[in-house]
């Protein structure tokens, strides 16, 4: 079971900056792999970007070099740090955690969301 709290969101001008974070109820390092996702009006949820536990990272091809996650193991937090935000990047995102129990077992955890709104 992982439990998790987002933060971070709020209004910023195009071309501005925020950083989301996500904290969880414990070490990062026990799962496999975390992540955003959002979700504009009228649009279905989209992946933006995922950090395995040993660190490796992908980014949606919309996000690719605006956007960068890390994440804080004494905290047990993974961040999305989004910089030169676009109108387009509107949305409600949502932290991620994937989870491997065992053989032919995993498990999808979700944030309640944090409102990310980008004026021009």
């Known amino acids: 079971q992982v439990q998790l709290v987002e933060s971070g969101g709020g209004l910023v001008q195009a071309g501005g900056s925020l950083r989301l974070s996500c904290a969880a109820s414990?070490?990062?390092?026990?799962?496999?792999?975390m992540g955003w996702y959002r979700q504009a009006p009228g649009k279905q949820r989209e992946l933006v970007t995922s950090i395995t536990s040993g660190g490796r990272t992908n980014y949606a091809e919309s996000v690719k070099g605006r956007f960068t996650t890390s994440r804080d193991s004494a905290k047990n937090t993974v961040y999305l740090q989004m910089d030169s935000l676009k109108p387009e990047d509107t949305a409600i995102y949502y932290c991620n955690a994937y989870e491997i129990l065992g053989i032919g077992a995993q498990r999808n955890y979700w944030g309640q969301g944090t409102q990310v709104t980008v004026s021009s």
């Open positions: 414990r070490s990062i390092f026990s799962i496999s792999r």
